[in-house]
C-alpha cells in the first residue's frame, strides 16, 4: 500500500505562475516531511522539508505547506521558472517509517512554459 | 560538495547473471542507501547501512544483497539478474540517520536485464 502519494503524474504552468504540487500521507506516525526535485538523468536533489511541529517552512520561491489534520503537504512555486521543469518527489519519515527511513511518493513532472 | 558516484550510468545484464553495482561517496557518511525507481511508484528502498559492514533490509530486499567492507563504498548485488529487476537504481549516504539528515543522492544506473 503506498503510504506516501502524489495523486498527479504531471503538471503544465506557465513561466511566472505558481505551482502546486501536493502530496497525501496515510500514517499519521510521519513527523518529517521532504520534497526532493530530480532532473533527467541526475539523481533528486534536496529541495525543502518541515517538521510536523510547523505548518509552513520557506525558502525563497519555494514554500512547502502541512496539513496534519487532512494529512497533506504541498509544495508551492512562486514564481516559477523553466528550470524548475523537473519530477518533484515528497518523502515522509518518522516512526511510522522507522525514523531512518524515508517513504517516497510516486513523483509529480512539473513542466513550465517559457 | 558531497559527491557520490555509480560505477555505471548504463548496464545490460542476461537473466540469472550476477551483477554488481557499486557506489563510492565522498564525505565520511555513516549512512548508506540502495533504492531503485520505477515509473508509478516512486523511489523504494532495498537495503541501507549504517556502519562498515552493518546493514538492514528496506522495503524490498527480495533477490538483493549488499556489501560494505569500506565507510565510502556500498555494493548492490543482484544475485540471479531477473527481468522484473530492470529499473533505475540510486545509491544514497547522508551524515545521520534522523529525517532531518538530507540524503545525497548518485545519478542512478539505468539496469536492463534481458
Known amino acids: 500500500d503506498q503510504q506516501v502519494k502524489q495523486n498527479s503524474p504531471s503538471l503544465s504552468v506557465q513561466e511566472g505562475r505558481i505551482s502546486i504540487l501536493n502530496c497525501d500521507y496515510t500514517n499519521s506516525m510521519f513527523d518529517y516531511f521532504l520534497w526532493y526535485k530530480k532532473y533527467p538523468a541526475e539523481g533528486p536533489t534536496f529541495l525543502i522539508s518541515?517538521?510536523?511541529?510547523?505548518d509552513k517552512n520557506e525558502d525563497g520561491r519555494f514554500t512547502v505547506f502541512l496539513n496534519k489534520s487532512a494529512k497533506h503537504l504541498s509544495l508551492h512555486i512562486v514564481p516559477s521558472q523553466p528550470g524548475d521543469s523537473a519530477v518533484y518527489f515528497c518523502a515522509a519519515s518518522g516512526m511510522g517509517s522507522g525514523t531512518y527511513k524515508y517513504i517516497f511518493g510516486t513523483g509529480t513532472r512539473l513542466k513550465v512554459l517559457a | 560538495d558531497v559527491k557520490v558516484t555509480q560505477s555505471s550510468r548504463y548496464l545490460v545484464k542476461r537473466t540469472g547473471e550476477k551483477v554488481f553495482l557499486e557506489c563510492v561517496q565522498d564525505?565520511?557518511?555513516?549512512?548508506m542507501f540502495w533504492y531503485r525507481q520505477d515509473p508509478g511508484l516512486g523511489l523504494r528502498l532495498i537495503y541501507f547501512s549504517y556502519d562498515v559492514k552493518m546493514k538492514e533490509k528496506g522495503d524490498i530486499p527480495e533477490g538483493y544483497s549488499v556489501s560494505r567492507e569500506k565507510k565510502e563504498r556500498f555494493s548492490l548485488i543482484l544475485e540471479s539478474a531477473s527481468t522484473n529487476q530492470t529499473s533505475m537504481y540510486l545509491c544514497?549516504?547522508?551524515?545521520?540517520?534522523?529525517?532531518?539528515?538530507?540524503?545525497?543522492f548518485g545519478p542512478g544506473t539505468r539496469l536492463t536485464v534481458t
Open positions: 518541515i517538521s510536523s511541529i510547523k
Open positions: 544514497a549516504s547522508s551524515d545521520g540517520l534522523a529525517a532531518r539528515y538530507e540524503q545525497y
Open positions: 564525505m565520511d557518511h555513516e549512512n
